[in-house]
């Protein structure tokens, strides 16, 4: 891996989760592939155009600068510059900020079971994951009842383990 493709890594790392998601979910590289050839340009320029796209889209670069951007790393005129942003913006740039991509759940939350019998899926709304009513802790349910005291068992006197003369028999004198 280049030094280059581990900076634009390193950058896609950093974007929001959301935006990661969205950009895996739209194929822009192909769709910007498609209005350069549109715009009667050459390959090398195709690619130039895809990677000051991928700036603007991973947050590199500023977007009000990528008409000017345009104009000169890929070496165009201001018309076709302004052709190429507006269709990015209307096919690229729009589809990624309103694609819905599906929230990743995490594995510990409970889950609430599919309604099978009607085939849906879908969470319903007032649907909980348990049946258990919750009780708040009020003074009340915190006492003890004598149903469940225990009672003590009786208290047994501790040994006593002094040695005659205070002289312990297992060890040596100390001379």
């Keep these: 891996m280049t030094e280059t ?18 950009l895996n ?20 320029q195709v690619e130039v155009v895809e990677r000051e796209t991928m700036f603007i889209l991973y947050g590199f670069e500023n977007p009000e600068d990528y008409i000017k951007n345009l104009i000169r790393e890929v070496e165009i005129d201001e018309t076709t ?6 269709a990015v913006n209307e096919k690229i740039f729009k589809a990624i900020e309103t694609v819905s991509v599906p ?23 007032g649907e909980v994951a348990h049946d ?13 009842t004598t149903d469940n005291i ?18 312990d028999p297992y060890r040596e004198p100390l001379v």
């Design 5 to 22: 493709e581990k900076l634009i890594e390193a950058q896609f790392n950093r974007l929001p989760a959301k935006m990661q998601r969205a």
């Design 25 to 44: 979910a739209v194929p822009w590289k192909s769709s910007v592939k498609e209005i350069a050839l549109l715009n009667k340009i050459s390959l090398e």
């Design 81 to 86: 510059a302004i052709n190429i942003a507006e």
């Design 103 to 125: 929230e990743i759940i995490p594995p510990n939350l409970p889950v609430v079971e599919p309604d099978f019998a009607q085939g849906s899926v879908m969470v319903k709304k």
């Design 132 to 144: 258990i009513a919750h009780i708040e802790p009020t003074t009340n349910n915190l006492q003890p």
């Design 150 to 167: 225990k009672p003590e068992k009786p208290k047994m006197p501790v040994p006593d383990y002094r040695y005659p003369n205070g002289k």
